[in-house]
């Protein structure tokens, strides 16, 4: 038997096999050949004898037995030790002059409890041993009994056993010192005490002696201060989770308290309004439970979920005048408008249909009552409890720009204000006032017209002012609305630039309660301008090469991290360009959404952006499937309900994060994939926005056949940089004015029908970069938002794949063609030489792959070709095809 391994805390059986045979080896003669070979032969030889004793020691029934065993030992040694204390010193000297079985054969000279083996055991132990330490050893017996008793026990063998020798080891030697002088017939530390102690003094004198006990002392303290920490946690925890169970059974009763008492007042008024007029006994038992209710509703009344609830509370809720059919359905109407807690409605209504079939009033159990599971005693959910020290952000990492004080002098503004006056006089056109404000880039000069004066007059004179005042890009806002007066913005001479620094530690910021904001720059009046992308709810975003778009949505998506927890926002990147939002690759685990399987966060391809946007809009269909089924409109409501714990996880329903949708380039996506991209864009335009999802589409090109009529008419929000021509600032504004736009990040903001000018916030590539390494650098999820999988319609459908003549694109025999001539088969290539969609040109290659003329895919290489044109012709023929 091998104790070390029947009381090993990780007890592994291979362990006990190897053990075995390298003692076997061990205990080998030392003639024996080569040390390898015959080990492995005792191994094998030894096998089935292993498994047995492997068998024997870890069966149950065995570790019962040894730990009985022991605990009888353990048990016996502490009587006998303790014993030793009232007895050791008359035991003393017969222990010490004969042998245990001389002492057996004369009792009554032993008086230790446990007879002359105790005597012997304790003399030898405790005084000759380890003094008080041996009672160490003792617990140390117990402790192995317990663990091998219970299976359970998470005791640590050698644990155990090596902090049972430390403290043993310290108790005899710090007891040896203190007690080293003292007179007394026994060794408090054992002789083991005594003579380390008598070896330190002469040795190192008393402070050496001292100074090992108190370092033996510290030892044991750093070992068992840990236990002592973890078992006050544990206790600690206990104590917690006990007192929040009963707040939360207290809460409950509360609740449920409240309800009954709802419950019973709403059935009196019913009762009072279906009794006839005049009818005394109707009066009774209201008056009667009134009473009742004064006293304790909970004391004095039984509880409706109880066994006799229904009768009493039809006994005393509903007159006995009432025909019973009346009576049944005011409790049935009661009962379901009022309880609609679920916990409770559980409860009433499997009461209500036991009562229901013993009485025989014909209550129905309604399937909707049993809601989502409720749960009053829970904490709200918290969505951002997964990353927990997620930490948004140092606004450190937006660099300080020092701003001028003027932007515009004096002189210069009255200059220009005396030229706008000179201007409008040529034309003679008077003004009573004018009224000059400073903005970041333009200053803005609000006159009012004298009476009598045609605004459109005013209208039509921007050049002429633009000319008087040598400046590009006066607009002319007339009238300013919700004002009498009309505006001439005028570029300032020294534009100044906004810092994205100013916008994000601004208090307008910090405090917005907007849901998704954009802090998009400063107004005229320097306000910063903030717009919640929930409420716009898609944007278009235009603007000529290098007149602040990528920087525009830089801001955007910077704002939208300063504000939201990765659990509460989503982004969808796509680039078609691959440059502008590389760096926001670092946000995958934490912001990003891609689909499954797709490596790059970033999405380049616009065959992935179609898959990417078709499954965005099976997401949707998902989302409002969950909406409808919790009886909400929208994502914030719905949200609002899980957070309170009122949907049930395991019924399908989770937190929905925002998802925000970029496009930067859209002009380059239309341009390759044409009605692929349009539709689910214009899908999700049209009903993304209860559901989350949020579109921002931007684009050099805002040209008619780029936004077009469907995609114009679903993004209500327009965001326009400076264009070059005013055709392109109708498209995008519906009127023009950015034509007239500086550049650098000036630009109109048209949200629900209001135009704003605002200079946007600069923010420079290498702030981006160190936001991103900021957020990358911290705990994630373990990867990005998995959007849901796309199948275009006809994959592995029959249709898609089986090369049916009816099913046969238009495009078959001269795409095989060019595919058989250009040797290479690719659904890229498809799309650029034939100007279509990724759905369809991944339709023709399945027709192909059907056909034989192509190989199955084979990853991102192109497939292989199978056929020439003369077997294609062949295949042509017999099918037909031509
Ligand atoms: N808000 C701003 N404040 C100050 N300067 C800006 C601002 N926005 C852009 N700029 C300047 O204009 C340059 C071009 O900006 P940006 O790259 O955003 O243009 P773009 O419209 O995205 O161009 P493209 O369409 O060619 O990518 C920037 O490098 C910067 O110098």
Known sequence: MRPDNIISDNFDPDALDREYARRQAASRPAEAP???KPQKTVKKSSKFKDNSIVRFVTDRRTRTFAGIALLCWATYLLIAAISYFTTGADDQSAVLNNTVSEMARNPENVRNAGGALGAFLSQNFISNGLGIGAFVIIFYFFALAWKLLNRKSRIS???????????????????GLVTYSAGSWLYWGGVHGYEINKFLLANTGIPGAILVSLLLVGLVMAIYLNELRIAYVTYRRKINAHNARVAAEKAAKEEERRRIEESLRKSDELVDNVTPAGNTVAEEPVTERQLVFDEDPFTSMPEPATDNDRQVYHDTVIPSSIEPDTAS?????????????PSYKETVSEKESETATDSEIGLTVKDNAIQEAESVEMKPYDPTAELPRFHFPSVELLKEVKLKTEIVDETEMEENKERIIATLKNYKIAISHIEATVGPTVTLYEIIPAEGVRISQIKNLSDDIALSLRALGVRIIAPIPGKGTVGIEVPNKDPQMVPIRSVITSRQFQETKCILPMAMGAEISKDIYIADLTDTPHLLVAGATGQGKSVGLNTIITSLLYKKHPSELKFVLIDPKSVEFNLYAKLERHYLAKLPDEENPIITDPMKVVATLNSLCVEMDNRFALL????????????????????????????MPYIVVIVDEFADLIMVAGK??????????QKARAAGIHLILATQRPSTDVITGMIKANFPGRMAFRVMQMVDSRTILDQPGANQLIGRGDMLISIKGEVKRVQCAFISTSEVADIC?????????????????????????????SGAV????????????????????????????????????GRLMDQFEAAGIVGPASGAKPRSVLMDSLQLDRYLEINNIS
């Not at 359905?329 to 807690?341: A, G, M, P, S, V």
């Not at 949200?639 to 049930?648: Q, V």
């Open 806 to 841: 009816s099913d046969r694109d238009p495009l078959f025999e001269e795409a095989a063609r060019f595919i058989i001539s250009s040797s290479t088969a690719s659904t890229s290539m498809l799309q650029r030489r034939y100007q279509i969609g990724y759905n369809r040109a």
């Open 628 to 655: 409808n089924k919790a009886d909400e409109r929208n994502i914030k409501d719905y949200n609002d309900k899980f957070i309170a714990r009122k949907l049930n996880p395991e019924n399908g329903h989770m937190f």
């Open 676 to 685: 692929e991209v349009e539709r689910p864009i214009a899908r999700l335009a």
């Open 329 to 341: 359905e005011i409790q049935e109407r009661d009962i379901t408008e009022h309880c609609y807690e």
């Open 773 to 801: 390494r900021d957020i990358n650098d911290q705990m994630g999820y373990t990867e990005a938002y998995t959007l849901p999988e796309y199948v275009p319609e006809g994959d592995g459908g029959a249709g898609g794949t």
């Open 157 to 175: 063998f050698w644990s155990l056993t090596m902090k049972s020798l430390i403290v043993t080891i310290t108790v005899s030697i710090v007891l």
């Open 34 to 36: 080569a040390p390898k």
